[in-house]
């Protein structure tokens, strides 16, 4: 009887979700704030879902400068640094920097070669010592 009732008391510290602290990079899904505090989900690249906590204390970075929480858009890359909120069940995010995507580079296209004059990736120079005139296979003086 003992066994069940531990088990009972250990079912409300299993079923609570693992709070993330350090540091989490995910896309934002949503973001409300109301004056200088609010809530944001992310989610990462392995596709879990975090919810974490602001207020007027957390810094917003965007472009390495200073932003608001109301400058986030859906999408947008972010990196956050998260600590735990002993007034809150959710993680407290301290920082949220906005990571600005690179479109991948693109190759430049490769210039078309003139059929009348193909040219190549070479370069030679020199002096011409001896020029051979004649036939083919004839010998020379």
Request: net charge neutral.
């Amino acid at each position: 009887m003992r066994f069940f009732a531990l088990i009972l008391l250990a079912l409300p510290l299993i079923a609570q979700p693992r709070t993330p602290i350090g540091l989490i990079h995910g896309s934002l899904i949503e973001c409300h704030s109301s004056g200088g505090a609010g809530e944001l989900t992310v989610r990462t690249a392995d596709d879990q879902t975090f919810r974490f906590a602001f207020d007027d204390k957390t810094y917003f970075e965007r472009e390495q400068e200073h932003s608001a929480p109301a400058r986030l858009e859906k999408g947008d890359w972010l990196e956050i640094v998260a600590d735990q909120s002993p007034a809150s069940a959710l993680s407290y995010a301290r920082i949220v920097h906005v990571i600005e995507r690179q479109a991948p580079a693109r190759l430049r296209p490769v210039a078309r070669a003139d059929p009348l004059f193909p040219r190549g990736d070479l370069t030679f120079a020199g002096v011409v010592k001896l020029l051979k005139r004649g036939t083919p296979g004839a010998a020379y003086p």
